[in-house]
């Protein structure tokens, strides 16, 4: 029944804003990381969204249409340069003195993560509608 | 005689509202994919415009899949990345058409009761 199928699409929907969301609160928490693991401070990623067929779908075996879901393809690096700040007395200053902080802009980044939550609320209203639909379709076959 | 078209013209507007639910669906699902452009269900903008092929009383065929699914016309509406997705009528299209496809099933509902007492009644 096609409304099932919608259920998945809204479903993709709510996954791939959820992966926004884990990417945005790890910018933020890591907004001022001067220092990581691999060396350097903390660089600002973003998600990729990109559509995506359900390929076992009849109708697309027919040719005909399909809706398309949605899935994040990748996680990549935000190439904009580090922010430079002169701090000499800093541990990760660097020979002159300047300290590089991650290329984070908190005010676009909790711009985004309340972007990420509107989009994830409305995927959950058009799961909650779909369920209502298939519920009163239920109740006509008692 | 009159049952069956009603039926028929019943079930055409509950595949109808399936399928833009689906349509909204995918449409919300993908409000932030870059390049992505919005869909819509034109069927009663069609059937305006079409002669009505009836293959039986009050039927009307649907076609291929595919030809009831338009692109909107999004003009400049579209975001930087390429997104035409206007989230806000979505939700609104989406509301409207649950709206209608439950008044459908209540109206069928009914419909199916008053075919099962006059079943029931008409052995007594």
């Not at chain 1, 959820?18 to 001022?32: D, G, H, I, P, W």
């Not at chain 2, 399936?18 to 069609?46: H, L, M």
């Amino acid at each position: 029944m096609s409304l099932l199928n919608a259920i998945d699409i809204n479903a993709t929907g709510m996954k791939a804003q959820r992966q926004r969301v884990e990417v945005a609160t790890s910018n933020l928490a890591n907004a001022r990381t001067t220092r990581t693991v691999e060396g350097g401070p903390y660089r600002r990623q973003d998600v990729v969204f990109r559509a995506k067929s359900f390929a076992g779908t009849l109708a697309a075996a027919r040719g005909g249409w399909a809706p398309r879901g949605v899935e994040v393809v990748a996680v990549v690096d935000d190439p904009t340069p580090f922010l430079e700040s002169y701090e000499p007395g800093h541990p990760d200053a660097d020979g002159e003195g300047y300290v590089s902080y991650p290329n984070v802009n908190v005010m676009k980044e909790m711009a985004n993560l309340a972007n990420a939550s509107r989009s994830y609320q409305a995927n959950l209203s058009a799961m909650s509608v779909i369920k209502t639909m298939i519920q009163r379709t239920l109740d006509i076959a008692r | 005689m009159i049952e069956t078209s009603i039926m028929n013209f019943i079930e055409t507007r509950l595949t109808v509202a399936a399928r833009r639910q689906q349509v909204i669906s995918a449409n919300i699902a993908n409000v932030d994919t870059p390049g992505y452009r919005a869909q819509e269900v034109t069927f009663e903008k069609q059937l305006a415009r079409l002669a009505l092929t009836n293959t039986a009383t009050g039927h009307i065929s649907m076609g291929s899949d595919a030809s009831f699914v338009r692109t909107i016309d999004a003009g400049t509406e579209v975001k930087p990345n390429g997104n035409s997705v206007d989230l806000d009528h979505e939700l609104t299209e989406m509301t409207t058409n649950g709206l209608e496809y439950l008044t459908l099933m209540q109206f069928l509902q009914s419909k199916l009761r008053t075919i099962r007492s006059s079943i029931m009644d008409g052995g007594s």
